[in-house]
């Protein structure tokens, strides 16, 4: 038999998630509406911009490690900006990160026939996973089951931005928007972890 797995439970994964929460999603939203009522567009596009810099900086001056995801996501969030400003449109600046959702969500559907779902994969850069337990039966079905999950919440909420953008006003998106991502993607994480903690505890590999 395989040792039990510690795994942290939800509310310490929240207690986790809520700075990057705040400093990747809340705070930026709350600029760039600030910036749309008080500047304008180009004064929203430039808020979420320097927030996004100003994150990196503030990690340079206190001598933390830049994540390499934090750094692709300021260049692109800068080439957002420059095709936004060129086209004139807040629809294109909103649309660009609308299509790497899509783009996810094709992903973990294609992982399926690999044999190597997703979620497997992002799930090891959270939890030590040893081999054994990866090779379960049990476990490998969990992991097709929510990788299909992601594939359907990230195509949900694609489908909500892009119909909130054809009909909603920019403040009313951006709020609207905002809550229901929040919703959805909390929403997936928690079932994912309890779905996962419940499983691999029915089958005695995790720890009570």
């Given at each position: 038999?395989?040792?039990?797995?510690?795994?942290?439970?939800?509310?310490?994964?929240?207690?986790?998630?809520?700075?990057?929460?705040?400093?990747?999603?809340?705070?930026?939203?709350?600029?760039f509406?600030?910036?749309?009522?008080?500047?304008?567009?180009?004064?929203?596009?430039?808020?979420?911009?320097?927030?996004?810099?100003?994150?990196?900086?503030?990690?340079?001056?206190?001598?933390?490690?830049?994540?390499?995801?934090?750094?692709?996501g300021?260049?692109?969030?800068?080439?957002?900006?420059?095709?936004?400003?060129?086209?004139g449109?807040?629809?294109?600046?909103?649309?660009?990160?609308?299509?790497?959702?899509?783009a996810?969500?094709?992903?973990?559907?294609?992982?399926?026939?690999?044999?190597?779902?997703?979620?497997?994969?992002?799930?090891?850069?959270?939890?030590?996973?040893?081999?054994?337990?990866?090779?379960?039966?049990?476990?490998?079905?969990?992991?097709?089951?929510?990788?299909?999950?992601?594939?359907?919440?990230?195509?949900?909420?694609?489908?909500i931005?892009?119909?909130l953008?054809?009909?909603?006003?920019?403040?009313?998106?951006?709020?609207?928007?905002?809550?229901?991502?929040?919703?959805?993607?909390?929403?997936?994480?928690?079932?994912?972890?309890?779905?996962?903690?419940?499983?691999?505890?029915?089958?005695?590999?995790?720890?009570?």
């Open positions: 038999m395989q040792p039990a797995m510690h795994i942290p439970r939800l509310p310490a994964l929240a207690r986790h998630a809520l700075p990057h929460v705040l400093e990747g999603t809340l705070i930026p939203v709350a600029l509406y600030g910036g749309l009522r008080l500047v304008g567009p180009a004064g929203a596009l430039a808020a979420a911009l320097a927030w996004s810099y100003a994150a990196l900086l503030r990690r340079a001056l206190l001598g933390r490690r830049i994540p390499g995801l934090l750094l692709l300021a260049l692109g969030l800068t080439l957002r900006t420059a095709i936004s400003l060129a086209t449109s807040l629809f294109v600046y909103f649309l660009q990160p609308t299509i790497g959702t899509v996810t969500a094709l992903a973990f559907l294609l992982s399926l026939p690999t044999g190597r779902p997703l979620a497997e994969r992002l799930a090891r850069d959270f939890v030590p996973l040893p081999p054994a337990v990866i090779a379960h039966p049990v476990v490998r079905r969990l992991f097709v089951r929510i990788s299909l999950l992601w594939a359907f919440v990230l195509l949900a909420n694609a489908a931005t892009i119909a953008l054809l009909t909603e006003a920019i403040p009313t998106f951006l709020v609207t928007r905002t809550l229901a991502t929040i919703v959805l993607m909390g929403g997936a994480v928690a079932a994912s972890t309890v779905w996962f903690r419940w499983a691999l505890r029915r089958h005695g590999l995790l720890a009570t």
